[in-house]
């Protein structure tokens, strides 16, 4: 119903005025083809922070949600962080970009209205039956209607060949996957470091990153009394013990993954974040003990944590306390490290 709905609004609306067209402006001198097979996600980012006035490469975008730089897809989760929580600094300012994200084919009415105000949308489609692109909209042709503007074509820039495609419009409802809506502003705010360009993976980077893992686990541990019910994202999946699972709408910048648990033996919900899986020791310890800091920033008035240590196959080193959980894991055999976050939900 969703979808023929959405059809009706394309296609069959009774339209009242001239074809018109809407297109961001000069947004040639914001394209830009992915650097390898995989990062259509970071050129789409890449190009709409650009637009947006700011130049931020792709190596930084993936080294910003990856944790490292690693020739990898990225999920709707990671789109949505890289879009919201990529800090930067040029030209001695502090800017942010914001995204909405819904799944399926833009609003007709607000993907006119987000092209008119010379900001392009980024949505993904199909390319089998588990792989997806991401692409970029910039150009609108649409016949205005009682209902709103019936889309006739659209003009999409594919990071892939670097070029640009003219869509018909009656067929974005049947194959866009996901939409997102971006703005990117200046902030009022004072810059903490204003010595370091938007292509410096350093400090100010990481500062920032900080400060967006701090907001989040205030997010998380919020939502425990309400069994992270408004951070589970898409369709749950069945584990073979049973256990419920759902991707997290929110995770920190770096982390590898994050994902909502429903334990059918506990009868509990638990958010679980895999925060770091590297063979650098020295960068797992580091992790931990940030996480660890951040922890205590957030919690340590209400929770006594304590730390403690075992070992055998695996060396762990753990620090809890009430429902939360940071875990530093080795594995001698494989010279993997991992650093884990578990926040349980407050009851059952």
Not at 5 to 12: D, E, G, K, P, R
Request: aromatic share 8%.
């Amino acid at each position: 119903m969703k979808k023929l709905y959405s059809l009706l609004v394309f296609i069959v609306a009774t339209a009242t005025g001239n074809a018109a067209s809407a297109y961001v402006d000069k947004f040639e001198k914001s394209e830009a083809a992915q650097k390898t097979p995989l990062w259509c996600w970071a050129a789409c980012v890449e190009m709409a922070l650009k637009n947006g006035g700011v130049e931020v490469s792709q190596e930084v975008i993936v080294q910003t949600i990856k944790g490292a730089i690693v020739v990898q897809g990225a999920s709707d989760v990671e789109i949505t962080s890289a879009l919201n929580r990529v800090g930067f600094t040029a030209d001695g300012q502090v800017w942010t970009a914001r995204a909405i994200t819904h799944p399926g084919a833009p609003n007709p009415s607000l993907m006119v209205k987000e092209v008119v105000e010379d900001r392009p949308l980024i949505v993904s489609y199909p390319t089998g039956p588990l792989s997806s692109h991401v692409v970029v909209i910039h150009k609108v042709e649409y016949q205005p209607s009682l209902v709103g503007p019936i889309i006739q074509n659209i003009t999409i820039f594919d990071p892939y060949t670097g070029r640009d495609y003219v869509v018909d419009g009656r067929t974005v409802p049947f194959t866009t996957l996901r939409s997102w809506y971006i703005k990117v502003s200046k902030s009022e705010k004072s810059p903490v470091r204003s010595s370091k360009t938007s292509d410096s993976p350093s400090k100010t980077g990481r500062d920032s990153d900080t400060n967006s893992m701090e907001a989040i686990l205030k997010k998380v541990f919020r939502e425990r009394e309400n069994k992270f019910l408004s951070l589970r994202s898409g369709t749950s999946t069945l584990t073979d013990d049973g256990d419920r699972t759902w991707k997290s709408s929110v995770m920190p910048p770096g982390a590898k993954d994050a994902t909502i648990w429903y334990y059918k033996e506990d009868k509990r919900y638990a958010w679980r974040c895999r925060l770091i899986d590297t063979k650098d020791k020295d960068k797992a310890e580091e992790s931990y003990d940030d996480a660890k800091t951040l922890i205590e920033k957030c919690f340590g008035e209400t929770i006594d944590f304590k730390e403690r240590e075992s070992g055998s196959r695996v060396i762990t080193k753990r620090y809890s306390g009430g429902d939360v959980t940071l875990t530093f894991s080795e594995y001698p055999s494989t010279k993997n490290c991992n650093v884990t976050l578990v926040i349980e939900s407050a009851s059952r």
